[in-house]
């Protein structure tokens, strides 16, 4: 017999795992997460987890507020005692230049302050006494949020998982979704290597791979994707873990910093990244010119980088739409297919919150948040959610 279930999450990551969980807390429904590989091996367990308000798309501070929300009260909000995060709270730091980017920070400060943000301008002195290592002389503004910082993606992950299992859900991981099961213009189900399951809720959140699952049904996702790398820089003396995470502007690649275990600074960026046609293809192999570049940018902003060595790198897919922020929620004219991708780098620190308003919609109740505007149709409109900044996962 087909086994069933009142929804079915693909994707057992930080989005995944975040909509199961509060589709059973807050439905008591009868839940399974399918995933092609183990929990956490995508994606998330890449991300450099960073949870900052700084967005000039207000909509995604107001997420993002929900989220730091969410880790400040871990145990609480997953109603689960061993649940643990490593949420790291740091403060965040964005560093730019005069002109009309420094206009765009201030009326982006504006925005945020105005859904309740708690962040705003600093002079470059008041910069020097958070991080006194950074170089200055080329930044003409600067921006604090001291509530934000960073997580563990495994321990984030593994608790909203090990949190809804308590509550029932079904996790299976090494289990792939090879077909979305439609009848007339609803879902019935997921077609899986191991046979079908029926349900009437199928949600994908399985980021990159959901071009795989929706295009099929006749959907056009708008989807890119792209490869992203993270390289961890060590000084002769160990990087401060209290340091504020750092966003440099004043890099062509978006650059930001943080610090990390081992006392080493974690470096990434928030451009484009490297076009690749399948998120399967990730090439490990970082060119030496690229790191070149990290480490000189680095050294640049912080000269005690200046003889830094290189001790580790990773790369990951970036899921990208055409305006850099992401698709949600339930799609028209497919009853019950709830569609979850394009976070385009900033998926994290969204997550969280984006978990509790999928399984509000799901469940028909009231929303927190108005997620409305993060329709697919919005690419037809022409309605995009552009950011002030242009090109990048700090929209």
Same mark, same amino acid.
């Not at 995060?85 to 201030?106: C, D, H, K, Q, W």
């Not at 979305?180 to 959140?205: H, I, Q």
């Not at 056009?220 to 992203?228: A, F, K, N, P, Y």
């Given at each position: 017999?087909?086994e069933?279930?009142?929804a079915?999450?693909?994707?057992?990551g930080?989005?995944g795992?975040?909509?199961?969980?509060?589709l059973a807390?807050?439905?008591?429904?009868?839940?399974?997460?399918?995933?092609q590989? *183990?929990?956490?091996e995508?994606?998330t367990?890449?991300?450099?987890a960073?949870?900052?308000?700084h967005?000039s798309?207000v909509?995604?501070?107001a997420l993002t507020?929900?989220?730091?929300?969410?880790f400040?009260?871990?145990?609480?909000? $997953?109603?689960?005692?061993?649940?643990?995060?490593?949420f790291?709270?740091?403060?965040?730091?964005?560093l730019g230049s005069?002109?009309?980017?420094?206009e765009?920070m201030?009326t982006? +400060?504006?925005?945020q302050q105005?859904v309740g943000?708690?962040t705003?301008? +600093?002079?470059?002195?008041?910069v020097?006494?958070?991080h006194p290592?950074?170089? +200055?002389?080329d930044?003409?503004?600067?921006?604090y949020?001291p509530?934000?910082?960073?997580a563990d @993606?495994?321990?984030?992950t593994m608790s909203f998982?090990n949190? /809804?299992r308590?509550?029932g859900?079904?996790?299976?991981t090494?289990?792939?979704?090879?077909a979305?099961?439609?009848?007339g213009?609803?879902?019935v189900?997921?077609e899986?290597g191991n046979?079908?399951?029926?349900?009437p809720?199928?949600v994908l959140?399985?980021?990159p791979?959901s071009r795989?699952?929706?295009?099929?049904?006749?959907l056009d996702l708008r989807?890119?994707?792209s490869q992203h790398a993270?390289?961890t820089?060590?000084a002769?003396?160990?990087y401060d873990g209290?340091? &504020?995470?750092?966003?440099?502007?004043?890099?062509?690649?978006?650059m930001?910093?943080r @610090?990390?275990?081992?006392g080493v600074? $974690?470096?990434g960026?928030?451009d484009?990244g !490297?076009?690749i046609a399948d998120p399967d293809?990730l090439? *490990?192999?970082l060119?030496d010119?690229f790191?070149l570049?990290?480490g000189?940018q680095?050294?640049?902003?912080? &000269?005690?980088?200046a003889?830094?060595r290189l001790t580790?790198s990773?790369?990951?897919?970036?899921?990208?739409?055409p305006?850099?922020n992401p698709? +949600?929620?339930?799609v028209p004219?497919?009853e019950?297919?709830? $569609?979850n991708?394009g976070?385009?780098?900033?998926?994290?620190?969204l997550a @969280? /919150?984006i978990?509790?308003?999928l399984?509000?919609?799901i469940?028909?109740q @009231?929303r927190?948040?108005?997620i409305?505007?993060?329709?697919?149709? !919005?690419?037809t !409109?022409?309605?995009?959610?552009?950011g002030?900044y242009?090109?990048g996962?700090?929209?």
């Amino acid at each position: 017999m087909t086994e069933s279930f009142d929804a079915i999450v693909v994707g057992a990551g930080i989005v995944g795992a975040a909509t199961a969980f509060h589709l059973a807390k807050l439905g008591n429904l009868k839940v399974c997460v399918l995933d092609q590989a *183990g929990a956490c091996e995508g994606g998330t367990g890449k991300s450099c987890a960073i949870v900052r308000s700084h967005y000039s798309v207000v909509s995604n501070t107001a997420l993002t507020l929900k989220s730091l929300d969410i880790f400040a009260n871990f145990k609480d909000w $997953l109603e689960y005692g061993e649940a643990e995060s490593g949420f790291v709270n740091t403060g965040y730091l964005i560093l730019g230049s005069e002109g009309p980017r420094a206009e765009a920070m201030r009326t982006a +400060l504006r925005g945020q302050q105005g859904v309740g943000a708690e962040t705003w301008e +600093l002079s470059l002195a008041e910069v020097r006494e958070k991080h006194p290592h950074l170089f +200055l002389d080329d930044i003409a503004i600067a921006a604090y949020e001291p509530d934000s910082g960073y997580a563990d @993606p495994y321990l984030t992950t593994m608790s909203f998982l090990n949190a /809804a299992r308590k509550k029932g859900v079904t996790v299976r991981t090494n289990e792939a979704v090879t077909a979305v099961r439609v009848a007339g213009d609803r879902v019935v189900g997921v077609e899986t290597g191991n046979g079908s399951l029926s349900a009437p809720v199928v949600v994908l959140a399985c980021g990159p791979w959901s071009r795989t699952l929706a295009e099929p049904l006749g959907l056009d996702l708008r989807l890119e994707v792209s490869q992203h790398a993270v390289l961890t820089f060590a000084a002769d003396t160990a990087y401060d873990g209290r340091y &504020p995470i750092v966003k440099d502007m004043n890099t062509a690649n978006k650059m930001y910093f943080r @610090p990390a275990n081992g006392g080493v600074a $974690l470096v990434g960026t928030g451009d484009h990244g !490297r076009h690749i046609a399948d998120p399967d293809e990730l090439d *490990g192999n970082l060119p030496d010119d690229f790191i070149l570049l990290q480490g000189g940018q680095l050294s640049r902003r912080m &000269p005690n980088f200046a003889n830094a060595r290189l001790t580790a790198s990773w790369v990951g897919a970036y899921d990208i739409t055409p305006d850099w922020n992401p698709v +949600l929620g339930l799609v028209p004219g497919i009853e019950g297919l709830s $569609l979850n991708y394009g976070f385009s780098g900033h998926g994290f620190k969204l997550a @969280p /919150a984006i978990g509790m308003l999928l399984a509000q919609e799901i469940l028909d109740q @009231p929303r927190s948040i108005d997620i409305s505007a993060y329709d697919i149709g !919005r690419f037809t !409109r022409t309605d995009l959610l552009v950011g002030a900044y242009g090109e990048g996962s700090i929209s």
